[in-house]
T-cell receptor
Framework: NAGVMQNPRHLVRRRGQEARLRCSPV?????VYWYRQLPEEGLKFMVY????????ESGMPKERFSAEFPKEGPSILRIQQVVRGDSAAYFC??????????????FGSGTQLSVL | AQSVTQLGSHVSVSEGALVLLRCNYS??????LFWYVQYPNQGLQLLLK??????LVKGINGFEAEFKKSETSFHLTKPSAHMSDAAEYFC?????????????FGRGTQLTVWP
């Protein structure tokens, strides 16, 4: 039973390029969350998606960042025109329920983005 | 707004010694509380969580945490450290009534265990 799969594991981009990070949730999970971890800091919430819907994007930078979770296929976090400050570890998490006290969140191993 | 403070970014203990990792939160309403562990190059794993009921929560790998409302704290303890406990530990909270996946994390505490 595969957990949350993120790819690529490492991604190197030059300034101005686009970065696309993929997340396949646990089979059957319809809720996906993206978090960003900057060096020496904890994880910061970016966006919460359900299939084909963005539920909460309050943590997303207003420009250059977008996320989707289509009906078929993985969730994608897209960063356009990357800058050095985007270098971070990006984690995806998934769950099957929301608001329930027995809900459990499963995290992927992350994508380490390095911007040269 | 929610905030989480972890006192001590680095904690070192000897194998067999008590582990104490501190976490305080700031919230007008007691939130749900979590401890996660992150091993190198891996995602986060849930150690334990408090949502309701008994304030002393037992988790995996011998860890436990106690919710103290009066102190707005949720410190993590383990009576006897093992070498395999060396990792980064994150305290997190989520707001009651919202999705449990919307977490606010502390900055983390790196635990080193000496032989």
């Amino acid at each position: 039973n595969a957990g949350v799969m993120q790819n690529p594991r490492h991604l190197v981009r030059r300034r101005g390029q686009e970065a696309r990070l993929r997340c396949s949730p646990v089979k059957g999970h319809s809720h996906v969350y993206w978090y960003r971890q900057l060096p020496e800091e904890g994880l910061k919430f970016m966006v919460y998606l359900q299939k084909e819907n963005i539920i909460d994007e309050s943590g997303m930078p207003k420009e250059r960042f977008s996320a989707e979770f289509p009906k078929e296929g993985p969730s994608i976090l897209r960063i356009q025109q990357v800058v050095r400050g985007d270098s971070a570890a990006y984690f995806c998490a998934s769950s099957s329920l929301t608001g329930a006290t027995n809900e459990k969140l499963f995290f992927g191993s992350g994508t380490q983005l390095s911007v040269l | 707004a929610q905030s989480v403070t972890q006192l001590g970014s680095h904690v070192s203990v000897s194998e067999g010694a008590l582990v104490l990792l501190r976490c305080n939160y700031s919230s007008s309403v007691p939130p749900y509380l979590f401890w996660y562990v992150q091993y190198p190059n891996q995602g986060l794993q849930l150690l334990l969580k408090y949502t309701t009921g008994a304030t002393l929560v037992k988790g995996i790998n011998g860890f436990e945490a106690e919710f103290k409302k009066s102190e707005t704290s949720f410190h993590l303890t383990k009576p006897s450290a093992h070498m395999s406990d060396a990792a980064e530990y994150f305290c997190a909270v989520s707001q009651r009534g919202s999705t449990l996946g919307r977490l606010y994390f502390g900055r983390g505490t790196q635990l080193t265990v000496w032989p």
